[in-house]
Nanobody
Framework: QVELEESGGGSVQAGGSLRLSCTAS????????MGWFRQAPGKEREGVGA????????YYADSVKGRFTISQNYTKNTVYLQMNSLKPEDTGMYYC?????????????????WGRGTQVTIAS
């Protein structure tokens, strides 16, 4: 059973920054993609971005391009989500996921391993 654990969530003012971490119990090279998703109350889970661990290639949703950066440290089995210029609409539970993502790196159904999430709240 592979485990993913997120950390780094919190509450910040709009314009601020947070860095989320996702540590896996296996090598990040186990999967094609490791992704970050978020879900706001009453809304569907949406893909924020993902990284292809074997090459380090990132992929972002349009809503976060230029503000969020995904990176990895394979020696720590960890993927990071650096979030800058945060907006109130970035508020939500953020989840880390890992899987084949054959169809799209931002499609939640393409992932079969999930963390429990970490809450991010952005105050206006």
């Amino acid at each position: 059973q592979v485990e993913l654990e997120e950390s780094g969530g919190g509450s910040v003012q709009a314009g601020g920054s947070l860095r989320l971490s996702c540590t896996a119990s296996a090598s990040v090279y186990t999967w094609n993609w490791m992704g970050w998703f978020r879900q706001a109350p009453g809304k569907e889970r949406e893909g924020v971005g993902a990284i292809y661990p074997k090459s380090g290639t990132p992929y972002y949703a349009d809503s976060v391009k230029g503000r969020f950066t995904i990176s990895q440290n394979y020696t720590k089995n960890t993927v990071y989500l650096q979030m800058n210029s945060l907006k109130p609409e970035d508020t939500g539970m953020y989840y880390c996921a890992a899987g084949p993502a054959v169809t799209s790196p931002l499609l939640s159904s393409d992932y079969n391993n999930w963390g429990r999430g970490t809450q991010v709240t952005i105050a206006s």
